[in-house]
């Protein structure tokens, strides 16, 4: 358990990103008003609650690195509790919500990328919004993908990941 949070807390320390740990310490002090302290983390009912009670322990920008549905992120609450995370209900309920309402994995079945926003691809495939854009781009440029061969051509996506979700990709 100490060793798991050890873990956590070197994946912060190393998530540059997140402005490492010296911010994480300053969030778990309540420090959330600053809206663009995680740009990450879209504005909305729950945000505020959610950068409180779920930094104590790791950055709030780990907790959305994978998406789920909304099974998965009552599962996830329920072992945040048991690991020691102390919220009322009624604050667990308002991050659920924000986290089903934010990061639910694509609600709609599989992504079109020929139509796709840049938004959508993002919550769909999982893309960094730098990854999304350049789907974005690169399809204006070039028109649309007409296979998953296609779509690797983009140099900033991960063939690999590509290959993972391809059962979510239309063309
Ligand atoms: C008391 C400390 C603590 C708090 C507070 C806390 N977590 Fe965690 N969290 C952990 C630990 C420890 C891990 C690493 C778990 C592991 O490796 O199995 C973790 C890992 C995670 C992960 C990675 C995936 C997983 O399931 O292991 C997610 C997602 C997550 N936390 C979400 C949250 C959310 C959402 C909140 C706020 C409700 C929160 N955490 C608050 C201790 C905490």
Known sequence: MRAKIFGVFMLCMAA???GGAAKAQQNAQGASQQQDAHPSLPPGAGRDTLVKVCSQCHAPENVIANRQDRQGWENTLTKMSDYGAVASDDQFSAILEYLVKNFSLAPGGPVNVNKAT???LQ??????DKQADAVVAYREKNGDFKSLDDLKKVPELDPKQLDAEKSGIVF
Do not use: I, P, V
Not at 123 to 128: D, E, N, Q
């Open 16 to 18: 540059s990103l997140s």
């Open 118 to 120: 840049s938004a959508e």
């Open 123 to 128: 919550s769909g495939l999982k893309l960094t």
